[in-house]
């Protein structure tokens, strides 16, 4: 079982940068899928970015081009490097694991972390 714990969120004004961070504990994330997912006020959650555990990528066409995903098996970590930061992009993020995962469906990741607030705002 892995544990997930997300830092990095804040307050940025639009155009700015923020960089997530997401740290495991419990067991290597060397075999998981990892993604990141945002839920703004009032909406569903939507999931805008995932690497799976042969380092492909994907990502939500929202945030092609601004946001970059990255893993660093040797810290245990993932992180996600958010630039061109606009309003719309505020909300929680939250990091999620899926054993064995391929990044083929916003659906099915086991394990969550507590979030992130990341707000958007002049």
């Known amino acids: 079982q892995v544990q997930l714990v997300e830092s990095g969120g804040g307050l940025v004004q639009p155009g700015g940068s923020l960089r997530l961070s997401c740290a495991a504990s419990g067991d290597t994330l060397d075999y998981y899928a990892i993604a990141w997912f945002r839920q703004a006020p009032g909406k569903e959650r939507e999931r805008v970015s995932c690497s799976n555990q042969y380092g492909r990528t994907w990502y939500d066409d929202p945030v092609k081009g601004r946001f970059t995903i990255s893993r660093r098996n040797a810290e245990n970590a993932v992180y996600l490097q958010t630039n061109s930061l606009k309003p719309g992009d505020t909300g929680v993020y939250y990091c999620?694991?899926?054993?064995?995962?391929?990044?083929?469906?916003?659906?099915?990741?086991?394990?969550w972390g507590q979030g992130t607030q990341v707000t958007v705002s002049s």
């Open positions: 999620a694991a899926q054993l064995y995962g391929s990044c083929s469906g916003p659906a099915g990741y086991d394990y």
